[in-house]
């Protein structure tokens, strides 16, 4: 039996260290990760950071006002967020406003200048084919050799036209596709590059003018489209937001497009042969079976994939530059890859000399391209983090100081039991702390100003949670008990108040982070996080820090600075049997 009860109390007496030291590893694990990765502040939101802010206009088509309607306006909030989050944009913020506006918010930060590209180019996204191109600049286009393959200038200065550049981009099924070492791999300008150089360019590069049809059979352009493109001047940035404006879907219409020189071209594009709603989904994939490198896969839907086997077969029977289809965003041509025979089975691969960023560029285009509204840009604002920061610095010090006076009031009410209820607070702020930091390069996680609100209520939901349990405490004394059954006894009820409490916290923080958007949901989600430390903090480190107090003379015996004295609780004397009075002897007669 001693044997026995003495192995109870060392398990017991081994418990509270349990839990400290798995905290403090925690703890330890989490900071050591933190310095690892290099992220060892939270990120800022766009208020507390910088950053830009885009009103977004939708603009009704002809004979469409119907076409701007909620659920359009919310298919295209979502197509823009996946747009932003596929180039790793954190805190980007996109939401309506009012039935015509969207706004989009962009922190500064890494990618955040080609998000806001992505998102600025909202018309809906085209394959057509090329008519005729050339530079914008009136660079003569080289000759074709006699072979039918482009003439190379033995300096290497491939600088005087896209012809070469445009005519070897190729499209194929996937199967095979060899990179040409001799293309160029820069990209200026824009976010997509248009070096997509596969194999070696199986026609003549001779840009047909657009006065005359070039050989293949294509239709020669009408009289205005003929001087629109003779008037077309790329290289002057309002001529080519307004190229090919009003033309429909169904009509041939001009553009505008930058080569991988960073030079303009000028185009005449046949009417759209496959939509971008037909792109069912896009990948940058690296190619290391065949060599190509980067590429980027389509998939197409099923009726994408008969259309976009239609017109390959039909580009693939012509010359160039008549066998390529043009991408066109925004009115704009992101690449113009060339075919050599018809794609079938519903995808494609557009390879060539492409790298990582370039890749993921196109298939983000090609992914999210296709809205179902157009929009104008109405205003780009710069947002500064002067306001910002001084909002911050006021919650700070109101954070501060509230923390102080809660400070105060433990070591007022509770004295000996404030540094429990202190420490604890400090494990809690650490944890909340270094998890932020880890959050943002993980998930995204951006601290904002609602974010900062949430981490300080916070504090007195934290509070709380001691603040119940000492009571707990105090209440088994008041009954007469001692310090170290009164500890345990009062833990039952006290965890189960605790976690009805914070039960209820967190699913209103979950409700608010569902249901609202933006910067509210910072909030939410930083009332969520701390309420789920609060239950971590109080199961493994206060109840166990309070255990071992308890086993300490100064709060065993109850001292007057402990918050625990018996006295000034006004505790019960023991309570204990009373014995009843036995009768009175009886005497003996005789």
């Not at 885009?54 to 119907?66: C, D, F, K, N, W």
């Not at 169904?250 to 030079?263: F, K």
């Not at 157009?374 to 501060?400: C, K, M, P, W």
């Amino acid at each position: 039996m001693a044997a026995l009860k003495k192995g109870r109390n060392a398990s017991a007496t081994s418990k509270p260290w349990r839990s400290l030291a798995l905290i403090l590893i925690a703890i330890v694990a989490l900071t050591g990760g933190m310095f690892a990765s290099g992220h060892t502040t939270p990120r800022l939101g766009i208020d507390l950071a910088g950053g830009t802010s885009i009103t977004l206009a939708a603009v009704p088509e002809a004979g469409q006002e119907s076409a701007i309607n909620k659920t359009n306006m919310d298919t295209a909030v979502s197509i823009m967020e996946r747009r932003v989050n596929g180039l790793g944009v954190s805190e980007a913020e996109v939401q309506t406003q009012g039935d015509r506006n969207i706004i989009v918010n962009i922190p500064k930060g890494t990618n955040s200048k080609q998000a806001r590209e992505q998102v600025g180019t909202t018309a809906k996204l085209y394959f057509r084919p090329v008519i005729a191109t050339e530079l914008a600049e009136g660079g003569a286009a080289p000759q074709p050799s006699a072979t039918g393959e482009p003439s190379a200038d033995p300096s290497g200065d491939t600088s005087g036209d896209k012809a070469t550049d445009g005519a070897s981009q190729e499209a194929t099924d996937g199967s095979s596709a060899s990179a040409d070492p001799s293309a160029s791999a820069t990209t200026q300008g824009r976010a997509v590059t248009d070096a997509l150089k596969a194999d070696e360019s199986p026609a003549a590069t001779d840009k047909a003018s657009p006065s005359t049809s070039a050989t293949g059979g294509a239709a020669d352009p009408d009289a205005k489209l003929q001087e629109a493109y003779a008037k077309l001047d790329c290289t002057k940035e309002d001529v080519r937001a307004t190229a090919g404006d009003g033309a429909k879907a169904t009509e041939s219409t001009v553009a505008c497009g930058q080569n991988s020189q960073g030079q303009w071209q000028k185009y005449i594009l046949g009417p759209a042969a496959v939509d971008g709603t037909d792109v069912d989904e896009a990948d940058a994939v690296l190619n290391t079976t065949s060599g190509a490198g980067w590429t980027v896969t389509m998939k197409f839907t099923g009726e994408g994939s008969k259309k976009f086997a239609d017109i390959t077969g039909q580009l693939a029977q012509k010359q160039s530059p008549q066998n390529q289809f043009a991408i066109v965003l925004d009115g704009e041509v992101v690449s113009d890859p060339y075919v050599r025979q018809a794609l079938t089975g519903g995808n494609a691969e557009i390879s060539g000399n492409f790298n990582q960023q370039s890749a993921q560029d196109l298939a983000n285009m090609l992914s999210y391209g296709a809205l179902p509204l157009t929009f104008r840009e109405d205003s780009v604002t710069t947002v500064t983090a002067a306001l910002g920061g001084e909002q911050l610095e006021a919650g700070l010090i109101a954070g501060a100081i509230g923390l102080a006076l809660v400070i105060l009031y433990l070591l007022f009410y509770y004295r000996g039991l404030s540094f429990i209820a202190i420490a604890s607070l400090g494990v809690s702020a650490a944890l909340t702390y270094v998890i932020m930091a880890l959050l943002g390069p993980t998930i995204g996680f951006a601290l904002n100003l609602p974010a900062v609100c949430g981490a300080i209520v916070a504090i007195g939901i934290t509070a709380d949670s001691f603040i119940v349990y000492f009571e707990r405490v105090r209440d088994e004394i008041r009954e007469g008990r001692s310090l170290r059954p009164s500890v345990e006894r009062a833990w039952p009820r006290a965890r189960r108040t605790i976690l009805v409490s914070d039960f209820v916290s967190f699913l209103a923080a979950a409700v608010l982070f569902v249901v609202t958007v933006g910067k509210v949901q910072g909030f939410a989600f930083t009332l969520g996080l701390t309420t789920v430390l609060d239950v971590v903090v109080v199961f493994l480190f206060t109840k166990p820090l309070l255990t071992l107090m308890a086993r300490r003379k100064f709060f065993a015996s109850g001292h007057k600075w402990s918050g625990l004295d018996p006295k000034a609780l006004g505790a019960k004397p023991p309570l204990r049997r009373t014995r009843r009075p036995s009768a009175p002897a009886q005497t003996k007669e005789a």
